[in-house]
Nanobody, 124 residues
Framework: QVQLVESGGGLVQAGGSLRLSCAAS????????MGWFRQAPGKEREFVAA????????NYADSVKGRFTISRDNADNTVYLQMNSLKPEDTAVYYC?????????????????WGQGTQVTVSS
């Protein structure tokens, strides 16, 4: 069993930055790809970014490439999402996710565990 707890969300002006953190409990953290998804009101949950179990491979949604950076610290069981140049369309609840596998994480069906979510609001 893995529990995921997000933090770092909040209200920021367009062009600003936020750093989300996800603290994981449980021994399977270092054996799972980790990632972030987001869900805006009235929309489906969508993939944002993922990092492989060693932290060496990453992938991003096209909408955040060049602005967001995902990383992980297996010693601290934590995954991060650095978000720069934020836009109003980035407003959503952001969810931390743990995959069933070492590398694959790009769809909600890949997710074994979800966090409770943290709200990110970007004002124009």
């Amino acid at each position: 069993q893995v529990q995921l707890v997000e933090s770092g969300g909040g209200l920021v002006q367009a062009g600003g930055s936020l750093r989300l953190s996800c603290a994981a409990s449980g021994r399977t953290f270092s054996n799972s790809a980790m990632g972030w998804f987001r869900q805006a009101p009235g929309k489906e949950r969508e993939f944002v970014a993922a990092v492989g179990w060693r932290g060496r491979s990453t992938n991003y949604a096209d909408s955040v490439k060049g602005r967001f950076t995902i990383s992980r610290d297996n010693a601290d069981n934590t995954v991060y999402l650095q978000m720069n140049s934020l836009k109003p369309e980035d407003t959503a609840v952001y969810y931390c996710a743990a995959s069933y596998s070492l590398y694959g994480l790009s769809d909600p069906t890949d997710v074994r565990y979800w966090g409770q979510g943290t709200q990110v609001t970007v004002s124009s």
